[in-house]
């Protein structure tokens, strides 16, 4: 018989959250495959500021089919990525100088609040999940997969606020995060 306990409630849920276990051999959900990969193109502008999304196109390049990719567009719609325009179409957003400003303002006041409380509430699995981050980043930066860099200082950003153990304060650097 098996009795979850405290400590296996945490390691259960740490493998939930960082994909060790059987979670982690599970196969993504189509919808989040075509979502990371839209939003690598939008990010690197493979798909440029103010181009129409090509559903069609889109599907084929992405190999998933249309509930996915509607599902994907929608999530970066919420995220400002996209304009969508019921009937009419989607466009890539394009993010002006005073959006960027705006969301570096927002990360230089946020950013430092999640920081001190993780610098409180993290656990020594976080902090070993961080410092894989660090190296993946390093290596990329050595490789010039500055891309790659960037997706990983995301995530690192994300973590910290993770590390807070403040729900709310989590999801504003996300938020900031996904512009």
């Not at 989607?90 to 950013?111: G, K």
Request: net charge positive; hydrophobic share 40%.
């Amino acid at each position: 018989m098996f009795r979850v306990t405290t400590g296996s409630r945490r390691r259960i849920a740490d493998d939930c959250r960082t994909g060790v276990g059987d979670v982690r051999h599970a196969t993504p959900r189509k919808a989040n495959v075509a979502y990371d990969r839209l939003k690598k193109f939008l990010v690197t502008l493979e798909i440029e500021p103010g181009a129409l999304i090509d559903e069609s196109v889109l599907m084929h390049r992405l190999s998933v089919g249309s509930t996915p990719l509607r599902e994907a567009v929608q999530r970066l719609s919420h995220e400002g990525l996209i304009v969508h325009l019921p009937r009419r179409g989607s466009w890539a957003s394009s993010l002006s100088v005073t959006d960027l400003r705006h969301m570096a303002e927002t990360r230089r006041i946020v950013e430092p609040a999640a920081a001190c409380l993780a610098a409180e509430r993290i656990t020594s699995a976080q902090v070993d999940r961080i410092q894989d981050e660090l190296d993946r980043s390093d290596a990329m930066v050595v490789a010039g997969d500055y891309t790659g860099c960037g997706f990983i200082d995301l995530r690192f950003h994300s973590m910290i606020a993770e590390a807070s153990r403040n729900s709310s304060l989590a999801r504003m650097v996300d938020s900031i995060n996904q512009g």
